[in-house]
């Protein structure tokens, strides 16, 4: 059965797999297990929300049987057999309100495929459109896609790996689907209806569909693709009718820009920049004050150093003759320094301030050690904040 995977999925399975371990490894150790808490309270919340889920098909499907929609219900267990699931998942038919789309759920160790009644009604007259369809759903339960999601979440999210890995599992049910059609053509025809619709389906030239295919390989078609969770339709056709056709290449410079957008799942590319947007905001939001800052303590911090002269002068002269020293000149210190700092001297209170080319000021005041030598004592100007004051003035 190692045939009905898409050569990519076990591999990207893999690193998203360490990547997302990793990601919740530093998490928690970082956070000193706290992270264990969300997610216990993101299971707590999958819980509720997939109760509600299954609720709603349990209560408002109709589930196939032996007795209810017998016909029906032959082609899924055949298919089950075909893909040599020994334990059948539970199988509702629910109506799509014109939906065309079937999906499998889970829900505390119970498996589920749902075909939408819309599905079911277009391929009334396909020789097995309907077991593409369930062949699909069954190959994400037998491949265990809906398990470990939480695991890789953090993952799932980087540029390219998450879509591609999400692109993978879905080859990889296509290719669940076609095993259980008796003809490639048939599969890629049911495939084609998401496309042509209910009707027009049965009067689609297959060949043709399939060379449409081409068209993936412009920039944008390759750019969107390369941001979302679905190969396009044309390439999912073209990888049933022929599995080991060469695929069709992409434009390379789409990867260099789909490397700045998060994987968005179905909300597709769009949603995708919003989301880069969002983080370069959240981002900027803090780098930026963080780096002014930065910025400030590295001018305040310079100007500490470079006017250590001057603090030494005046309180020499203090501690000689007792008295405060009229002027910065009286006692031979400069007023303006080489990188520019001007130093403005206070002999009311012997209050030295020193501000910068940028206009950071830093404010020394004197005082007396026990041995009634001076110390000065240094606070921020108008407008620092206590980050940016040097290490010096918080000792």
């Given at each position: 059965m190692n045939e009905l995977v898409y050569p990519r999925e076990r591999t990207l399975g893999a690193i998203t797999l360490v990547l997302g371990l990793l990601f919740w490894l530093v998490l928690i150790v970082g956070t000193l297990g706290i992270a264990l808490l969300l997610l216990l309270a993101g299971f707590v919340l999958y819980l509720f929300a997939q109760s509600t889920l299954i609720a709603h098909i349990k209560g408002n499907g109709v589930e196939l049987s032996e007795r209810q929609f017998p016909e029906l219900?032959?082609?899924?267990?055949?298919?089950?057999?075909?893909?040599?699931?020994?334990?059948?998942p539970e199988a509702y038919i629910l109506n799509g309100n014109g939906g065309l789309n079937a999906f499998a759920t889970k829900f505390l160790g119970t498996q589920f495929v749902v075909l939408f009644s819309d599905v079911v009604d277009a391929m009334d007259q396909h020789p097995d459109g309907?077991?593409?369809?369930?062949?699909?759903?069954?190959?994400?339960?037998?491949?265990k896609h809906l398990s470990g999601h939480l695991v890789r979440w953090p993952a799932l999210w980087l540029p390219l790996i998450g879509a591609a890995y999400a692109r993978a599992k879905e080859s990889t049910c296509d290719?669940?689907?076609?095993?259980?059609?008796?003809?490639?053509?048939?599969?890629?025809?049911?495939?084609?209806?998401?496309?042509?619709?209910?009707?027009?389906?049965?009067?689609?030239?297959?060949?043709?569909?399939?060379?449409?295919?081409?068209?993936?390989?412009?920039?944008?078609?390759?750019f969107h693709e390369l941001t979302t969770?679905?190969?396009?339709?044309t390439k999912r056709a073209a990888r049933v009718v022929d599995t080991n056709a060469a695929?069709?290449?992409?434009?390379?410079?789409?990867?260099?820009?789909?490397?700045f957008v998060p994987y968005a799942g179905r909300m597709g590319a769009g949603f995708g920049m919003l989301m880069s947007v969002y983080i370069v905001g959240v981002l900027a939001a803090v780098a930026i004050p963080a780096y002014n800052d930065y910025m400030h303590k590295a001018q305040l911090a310079g100007a500490m150093v470079n006017s250590i002269?001057?603090?030494?002068?005046?309180?020499?002269?203090?501690?000689?003759?007792?008295?405060?020293?009229?002027?910065?000149?009286?006692?031979?210190?400069?007023?303006?320094?080489?990188?520019?700092?001007?130093?403005?001297?206070?002999?009311?209170?012997?209050?030295?301030?020193?501000?910068?080319?940028?206009?950071?000021?830093?404010?020394?005041?004197?005082?007396?050690?026990?041995?009634?030598?001076?110390?000065?004592?240094?606070?921020?100007?108008?407008?620092?904040?206590?980050?940016?004051?040097?290490?010096?003035?918080?000792?």
């Open positions: 219900y032959a082609q899924f267990a055949a298919c089950c057999d075909r893909l040599e699931i020994r334990t059948r309907v077991r593409f369809y369930i062949g699909h759903e069954l190959g994400h339960l037998r491949m290719r669940h689907g076609l095993a259980c059609s008796s003809t490639p053509d048939n599969a890629a025809r049911a495939l084609a209806a998401l496309s042509a619709g209910v009707q027009r389906w049965k009067d689609l030239d297959v060949a043709a569909y399939v060379r449409q295919a081409d068209h993936a390989s412009g920039f944008w078609m390759s969770g679905y190969p396009w339709l695929p069709v290449s992409r434009n390379p410079f789409a990867y260099v820009l789909a490397v002269s001057a603090r030494m002068a005046l309180g020499s002269y203090y501690d000689a003759n007792q008295a405060i020293p009229a002027s910065l000149e009286s006692v031979g210190a400069a007023s303006v320094l080489a990188d520019g700092t001007q130093l403005s001297f206070d002999p009311k209170g012997m209050v030295l301030t020193v501000t910068t080319r940028q206009n950071n000021q830093l404010i020394f005041t004197p005082a007396k050690d026990e041995a009634g030598h001076i110390i000065w004592t240094c606070a921020g100007g108008e407008g620092i904040t206590a980050k940016q004051l040097p290490r010096e003035c918080h000792n």
